[in-house]
Structures are given as C-alpha cells and as structure tokens.
C-alpha cells in the first residue's frame, strides 16, 4: 500500500475515471495479500517461485496477481499452466480462490470454455495451457505467466525436446520485463530444485543455493547468460516461502492444527506445512520425478486387468505398535503394466492390519493377500487364521531375503522403465494426498540402511509377485496359506 499523503497527491493528479480505475487495481490487485505474497515492487525479477504450505493462499496469490497484470497492461497477452486443464479450469479460474472470484464486477472475463482463452474488457488475453501437453506452448509469446503447482508437472516432451516449463521460458518474450509466477506446494521434483536451486555442475555435482541459503525463507537465484549478439543477460528467480499457519484466520478453523497433528514434526510436514524444500536422498532407487512421469489418472479402461493383491509389510508389536503395518493395493494389467491402487497403512494390532487388509481385498476384488512372513510369531499367525476364515480369499506367506536393496531394485527399474503408475488424480490444491508417505519413503530410503520403511516393503513385495514372478512356474507350499482356498 502507498502512504495515504502518497496516495493522496496521486490521486489529485487522476481524472475520475482514471481515480476510479487506481483504487480498483488496489482493491482487486494485490491489496488483500500478506506481505509475504507479494512480489517485491522496485526489484526486477523474471521469475517468482511461491512455495508455500498446503491452504496457504498459493492460489489466491495466483489470481489477484493476473487480474493486477491484466489490469494494469491493456491488451497483453498472459497465460495460464496447471498439471492438467482440467486443474487449469477448476482450480485457477473457477475455484474458490480463482479468477473469477478476484476479478472486479466491471472488469469480468468472457470464456467459451470449450475455448482455450479467456478475454477481458481492456482487450488483454490469457491463453489456457495444460503442462501435458508441451507442444502447444511452442510458438505462442507472453508478457506474463502463471503456473499454478508446478512440482505437479510432468517433464512431458514434444517432438522436438522441450518440456510444458522450457517452451513457456522461451515464449515469455514480449515487454520489457516479461515475468512468470509459479505457485506451489515443494516437492523434490528436477522441475523444482533446477528452479529454485540452478542446474547442477556438471563435475562437482552441486547446485548454485547452498543448503544453508535454503533454510531462508527467501532467496535470489540469477544466471548469465548471452545471446548470439554477445550481448550479456540476467535472469532473476525469487524463491520464497512460507507456512500454513500464517494463512490460519482465512482457513476452516483448526485446519491448520488438524494438519500439523497429522504430520507432527516430520519430514513430510516440514514439506507440506512448511514449505521447507527437501532434497530427498540421493542415494534412493527412486527419484519424484520419475515416480511424476509414471502416475495416471485412473487405471486403464481398454486393458483388462490380470490380477490384483492387497500386500502387507506387518508391525513386529502386538497390541501397542510402535510402527505402522504397511498395505499396498496394487493390480497387473494385460497391457503388462502395474498400477498401485491404494495406501491403506495402519497403525495397530494384527487384528487391525489383519480386517483392513481383508476389506481392501473384497473392495477392490483382489486374488490374495501377500503377507511378509519373516520373524511372524504364532500369536499373531493364530490372529491371522481368524481373519482369514472370514472370507474366501487366499493369504499367501511371502519370505522376504535379508538385502533389501536386492528385492527393491528390480522393482525401481520396473518405474524406471515406465512399466509402474500410482494410479491419484490430484486433490483441489493440488496435492497427490493418496500416495504423498508412500513417495516420501519411496525417495528418501537409503539402499545402504538394513530397515526400510513399512510402505516401501508392502510396495516390493506387491510388484515383486505381480511383475517379476513367472505365474506359470510358480509354485505353492501346501499348509503355509491361511485363507480357505490354500493348498
């Protein structure tokens, strides 16, 4: 906001009419934001990189930004990225935080949605794009850019190489300062880190933020480069951050302590509630990239499925678990491809992980249930064959080897050969909520520590049988079962 005597000898400067459209920017731009969320106004940047917690105003930031440009730069040319146009649609312009809900009565936008722009009054345009499909970004040119949860893009490819990120970079070419602001929850995707932190060196493998620079709630990324005149240029990214609860009075009241309780202080909830930007391990068998380029919508519909298991990494404790009971649904189709289904990890007793295990196997129709039988003690096999008899379905013992690296390899070159997919259209912000702990082990597991995560071995074990078992060789032990059809 401008000092009142400021605004004031403006204001008397200002015809009515222009007066009128002034207090209107201020109203309808970027007045009802934090400090925090708003760009810096006397710096150049190029890049705006918000990563904020989950319910932080991300959105909201997004849309009282674009009306503000669209305001103040008649007739230009903006544009609109999500993960999907779909999120382009429901979350960027008709969501609750969109823009729609930002932009003043008399300054509304005209959309034919089966149209790919929306057309404000002052004649400025923004065109619609979805980050899956890369090719529609070459060619066109912007003044301004919003890119809404950017860790959600897949580095899909065009015919010619470039990604949804790198074509909308070189489109960004009109005006004097052309900029693009990108929303987003952090997650360790290559998209995010080559942002915020710079590409890697080559030789030392390290990146242009230290990890100390990171622990800031703000910091300047700038990289030289020159053009085929030799003329030398800056490019200007700001990284800043913020939490969750400093979004608190605009949230359902305790929803910011319902999901610091779910998190607590880990690693994940520094990640989604502090927007602290985690490297993962370098030394995991998956990347986040990797796990993003594999993930689907929904199963597929024109391949039938083969087979389908609900895969259980058991709690050691009995009636006060100290650790959680990993369960995996995952199913093989006949395209030869498997898709993991659903978490359903639990935290209790046998009896507990036992029944959920049970219902997500009559839920999802699946053939067994795959149970990791290594140091099970009778007690909790004799729980297990009263569950069993519940239902006809078959519980098959699985002997796990020691080296977790060995079993878990195979199964990460299955991802790596696009041959997996964690099957979770995104939620409203844009999260992927179903499978968010599973990846969180998935990228940060290191080969080298002998206890692996409880997801992790549900995982291995599920894809393991689904995907590198040979069906017709394989072979039963008669008596090691515990549901009715073993044998």
Avoid at 13 to 41: C, I, K, M, N, W
Wanted: neutral net charge.
């Amino acid at each position: 906001m401008l000092a009142a005597s400021t605004a004031d000898l403006l204001l008397a400067r200002l015809t009515d009419r222009e007066a009128h459209d002034f207090e209107s920017v201020l109203r309808y731009g970027l007045r009802s934001l934090r400090p925090a969320q708003v760009p810096p106004p006397n710096l150049p940047w190029d890049v705006f990189l918000a990563l904020a917690g989950r319910g932080s105003g991300k959105t909201h930031l997004g849309s009282r930004w674009s009306v503000r440009k669209a305001l103040t730069m008649p007739g230009s040319r903006g544009a609109f990225v999500a993960r999907t146009a779909a999120d382009v649609r429901d979350t960027m312009i008709y969501g609750p935080s969109g823009l729609k809900s930002a932009c003043p009565p008399w300054f509304e936008f005209h959309h034919a949605k089966t149209d790919r722009v929306l057309l404000f009054p002052n004649g400025t345009e923004v065109h619609l794009y979805s980050a899956e499909e890369p090719d529609l970004l070459r060619g066109p040119q912007f003044h301004w850019l919003w890119g809404d949860e950017f860790a959600t893009w897949k580095k899909v490819k065009d015919e010619k190489g470039g990604d949804a990120w790198s074509n909308a970079q070189d489109g960004l070419r009109l005006g004097v300062q052309p900029q693009a602001l990108l929303t987003t929850t952090p997650r360790p995707t290559d998209l995010v880190l080559d942002t915020a932190l710079g590409l890697r060196n080559e030789k030392t493998g390290k990146r242009l933020i230290s990890k100390e620079e990171m622990k800031k709630v703000e910091w300047w990324l700038s990289q030289h480069t020159k053009d085929d005149r030799g003329r030398e240029h800056v490019h200007r990214t700001l990284i800043r951050r913020w939490r969750t609860e400093e979004n608190a009075a605009n949230l359902t009241a305790g929803f910011a302590a319902k999901r610091r309780a779910r998190y607590g202080e880990s690693p994940l909830g520094r990640q989604e509630m502090d927007a602290e930007l985690l490297m993962g391990n370098d030394r995991a068998l998956w990347t986040q990239t990797i796990i993003d380029e594999g993930r689907e919508e929904n199963a597929p519909h024109d391949s039938p499925r083969v087979r389908c298991v609900v895969a259980i990494d058991p709690t050691r404790s009995q009636w006060r678990p100290r650790d959680e009971a990993g369960i995996i649904v995952a199913a093989k189709y006949k395209n030869g491809h498997g898709y993991v289904l659903k978490d359903g990890t639990v935290r209790g007793s046998p009896w507990d992980w036992g029944t959920r295990a049970l219902a997500l196997a009559n839920e999802y129709g699946a053939d067994d249930i795959l149970y990791e039988s290594n140091r099970i003690d009778q007690s909790i096999r004799d729980t297990l064959q009263v569950v069993a008899k519940a239902s006809e379905i078959r519980w098959v013992p699985k002997h796990s080897q020691d080296d977790k690296k060995a079993r878990a390899e195979p199964v990460s070159a299955l991802y790596y050969a696009k041959r997996v997919h964690h099957v979770n259209p995104t939620g409203s912000d844009g999260s992927f909520e179903t499978f968010e702990e599973l990846e969180h082990e998935m990228v940060n597991w290191d080969p080298a520590d002998t206890n692996s995560p409880n997801r992790l071995d549900a995982l291995v074990i599920a894809l393991t049988d689904l995907m590198t078992i040979d069906r017709g060789d394989r072979k039963r032990v008669a008596g090691h079962g515990l549901g009715k059809k073993d044998g």
